[in-house]
């Protein structure tokens, strides 16, 4: 895992001294190295450079198979490229709306008002 994350010349550095870039992807390998079944990623690539970012999407899709990830993303190309199922979750004053597509197209949504 530390191969394919780039991380392994970094072994023996604590992690405070790694960029937050190498931070995001050493949090996504820590994820997934137990082989846990259910994984939850909270913005995995918030402030991280376009290639990170890509090392990042590459680990998620190599890593899913088998697996439930919930992920949070404000990036709608990240959720549409990572996912297989998208909500959509929007709150405005007292009134709360999520949309639900298995293929994100306008033609597939079904809206849920609460």
């Known amino acids: 895992m530390m191969v394919k994350m780039g991380l392994q010349k970094y072994a023996n550095d604590f992690v405070s001294a790694l960029s937050g870039g190498l931070?995001?992807?050493?949090?996504?390998?820590?994820?997934?190295v137990s082989g846990s079944k259910t994984v939850i990623l909270d913005e995995?690539?918030?402030?991280?450079?376009?290639?990170?970012?890509m090392?990042?999407?590459d680990i998620i899709l190599e890593y899913r198979t088998g697996r439930t990830i919930?992920?949070?993303t404000h990036y709608l190309e990240?959720?549409?490229?990572?996912?297989?199922r998208i909500?959509?979750?929007h709150q405005v004053n007292d009134f709360s709306?999520?949309?639900?597509?298995i293929f994100f197209s306008l033609k597939n949504f079904?809206?849920?008002y609460f």
């Open 55 to 57: 090392k990042i999407w």
């Open 23 to 32: 931070r995001r992807r050493l949090e996504v390998a820590i994820a997934f």
């Open 97 to 101: 709306w999520f949309v639900t597509s």
């Open 44 to 53: 995995p690539t918030s402030g991280v450079d376009p290639y990170n970012r």
């Open 87 to 89: 909500a959509i979750i």
């Open 110 to 112: 079904t809206f849920h």
């Open 78 to 84: 990240e959720a549409d490229v990572l996912s297989d």
């Open 70 to 72: 919930l992920l949070t």
